[in-house]
């Protein structure tokens, strides 16, 4: 609406003259349009044939105003391969809506009005000219003709712009991307959002683990060495001990092997608390390997039976682990369950994860546990299910998506 | 024995070279990284060297593959790899052709002297040690359940000794029987499992960590 205009107003005036000729000469075919487009809609098979006119009129006129430098306006169906599918078809309606209003304004509104900017224009020149070339007819004096013209002249660009503007508020309304479209990328936006705070506490917990083992698990390791390099010297002969070399009480040894007892039993619980915090080997070996660790480590006998043709993507991997595992321990501490099976399975694009267990049941999906493992599947667009009747089985499903 | 050590944290190296001398081993070098490691076990020739998967600089598996040239440029020398964790990728890549003079263990073991001198002397004599951990994760994951669970549970006890690299001298004095019982279960276990009866401790891990892998 500025741009070139505001720069250079005698330029700009002429473009904005020029659209208003083009305006004028737009509303004629949408006219037309207008007659022929309740004919094509009612013919069903036409649908296909008057959407695509639609759409290229609307083509059409966002680049006749970008080109004049009056609005830049987005198609809205620029970015429908982004949408997600199940959203497309809303975003495609409204646009295919907005953009026959468009057409509906642009012939009733935009044509009458881009005439009279032709008319103002024109009359100015001649009425002005006219009094140039010579006395009038008796019909107006030709002070009153000077005048009329030169106020026409002054009126038409003012018209002028007043046109530009209006097309440009109207195409930004119904050209643009509208409220689906809006919606549609806010959704997408806080979808990949949501996932990738998911994957940020995902590496978070490997961090968090590699320091564990760098750090803590080193340090340990050197104490216990420490405390036994000095049982196994208490142990020798205090004849051995250097000269002057503090007499060590016959209470020094079974102390030192508590101490070194205990810090092995320290390393022990380290080793699982970073496995728990996150397992390395799912990164390398993924989710297979993984979870016939977690059976290993389990006190409840676990059944694995892996059928996913393909790795899980790196973002859904720990969210399957931690699924499965949360399930595990849900069963093994409060289903009383002696025997777990877990099934990977893919179905269609979906990974299907079965834990059914053979416990008493009654597991209450609200609870800490299951509700956070819900959130964490909902995050990555998963689902889940859990049927626990009192009396068992429970068995809880999560699909996930493959594609991330 | 001759023994060069190769660990990035000072702390563990000190305290590693500090229980094989109190055992009366010689500790000849110590090394923070890979490259040191080669230098120094080309310069002395030690009968076992003891690494560290992950080193400087990159911190990944520089040990490990420091590792792997000395099996290559020296073949008769013992190697007892230390890792963080269980990665069966590195022990199944150490464990090659010949598994004589090579050991996988998890870092904790060191703190369990006994298990560690245990480990390092079988390792130094031309033995194998894998840790107990790997081999029950190999245990876990094979997928051939239904053989192994023909074995008896004594049976299973002795296959994983087996796969830990453990004669069947030492076999016998950790469960208690004589020897000629291992051998007898020894021989049971290959029947059952359809193995080739390799002999000596080396072609035997080797045989049970491929079997329990395929």
């Known amino acids: 609406m500025s741009g070139p205009g505001a720069r250079r107003p005698v330029t700009g005036t002429l473009i904005r003259t020029v659209h208003a000729l083009l305006d004028a000469l737009v509303g004629i075919p949408a006219l037309l349009a207008l007659v022929a487009l309740p004919v094509l809609r009612r013919a069903k098979r036409h649908r296909g044939r008057r959407e695509k006119l639609l759409l290229t009129a609307a083509r059409l006129e966002r680049r006749r105003l970008l080109a004049s430098g009056i609005a830049s306006v987005t198609d809205p169906l620029k970015d429908i391969a982004r949408i997600r599918p199940e959203a497309r078809q809303d975003v495609v309606a409204d646009a295919m809506d907005r953009t026959h209003t468009w057409l509906v304004t642009r012939a009733l509104v935009g044509a009458p009005l881009g005439l009279a900017v032709l008319v103002a224009w024109s009359a100015g020149i001649a009425l002005a000219a006219s009094s140039l070339l010579g006395p009038g007819h008796a019909v107006l004096t030709e002070a009153a003709r000077v005048i009329a013209g030169l106020v026409l002249l002054g009126l038409a660009p003012w018209l002028a712009g007043a046109l530009a503007s209006w097309d440009a508020r109207v195409a930004g309304r119904l050209l643009g991307p509208g409220e689906p479209t809006r919606l549609a990328a806010r959704v997408d936006a806080l979808i990949r959002s949501r996932a990738s705070v998911v994957e940020a506490v995902d590496a978070e917990r490997r961090r968090i683990e590699r320091d564990l083992h760098d750090g803590v698990q080193q340090q340990l390791v050197a104490l216990a060495l420490l405390l036994a390099t000095a049982k196994r010297a208490a142990a020798r002969s205090p004849a051995t001990l250097p000269e002057g070399a503090a007499p060590t009480g016959p209470d020094v040894l079974p102390t030192l092997d508590r101490a070194h007892e205990n810090a092995l039993q320290a390393l022990t619980e380290l080793r699982d608390v970073a496995w728990r915090v996150y397992p390395a080997i799912l990164d390398e070996r993924g989710l297979d390997a993984a979870l016939s660790a977690l059976a290993e480590r389990s006190a409840v006998p676990i059944r694995i039976d892996h059928r996913l043709p393909w790795r899980l993507p790196s973002g859904v991997e720990p969210v399957a682990y931690f699924a499965v595992s949360e399930a595990v321990t849900n069963a093994a501490k409060h289903a009383g369950a002696d025997l777990i099976q877990v099934t990977i399975e893919a179905v269609g694009d979906r990974a299907l994860i079965t834990v059914e267990d053979n416990g008493v049941g009654g597991a209450d999906p609200t609870g800490a546990g299951l509700s956070g493992l819900m959130r964490r599947v909902g995050a990555v667009e998963g689902k889940m299910t859990v049927t626990s009747p009192v009396g068992g089985p429970t068995v809880i499903t999560v699909e996930l998506p493959c594609v991330s | ?214």
């Open chain 2, 1 to 214: 024995m001759r023994v060069v050590i190769a660990e990035d944290s000072v702390l563990l190296r000190e305290g590693v070279a500090r229980l094989l001398e109190d055992e009366g081993h010689h500790v000849v070098a110590k090394a923070g990284d890979g490259e040191e490691l080669l230098a120094e076990v080309a310069r002395h020739t030690p009968d076992v060297a003891v690494v560290d998967v992950r080193m400087p600089p990159t911190h990944t598996d520089e040990g490990l593959r420091a590792a792997l040239t000395i099996r290559e440029r020296w073949p008769g020398m013992g190697v007892l790899v230390l890792s963080q964790y269980v990665e069966e990728r590195y022990a199944t890549e150490l464990l090659t052709a010949d598994a004589g003079g090579i050991g996988y263990l998890l870092k904790d073991r060191v703190a369990r002297v006994e298990e560690f001198m245990d480990a390092l002397t079988r390792v130094a004599e031309g033995g194998s040690a894998l840790d107990p951990v790997v081999v029950r994760q190999l245990f876990a994951r094979s997928r051939r359940s239904d053989p192994l669970s023909r074995l008896t549970e004594r049976e299973s006890t002795i296959l994983g000794l087996m796969a830990e690299g453990h004669t069947n001298e030492s076999i016998a004095r950790q469960i208690y029987v004589s020897n000629s019982a291992v051998e007898k279960h020894v021989a049971s276990i290959f029947r059952k499992l359809e193995l080739d009866a390799a002999e000596g401790a080396s072609r035997r891990i080797l045989a049970v960590v491929r079997y329990l892998k395929s």
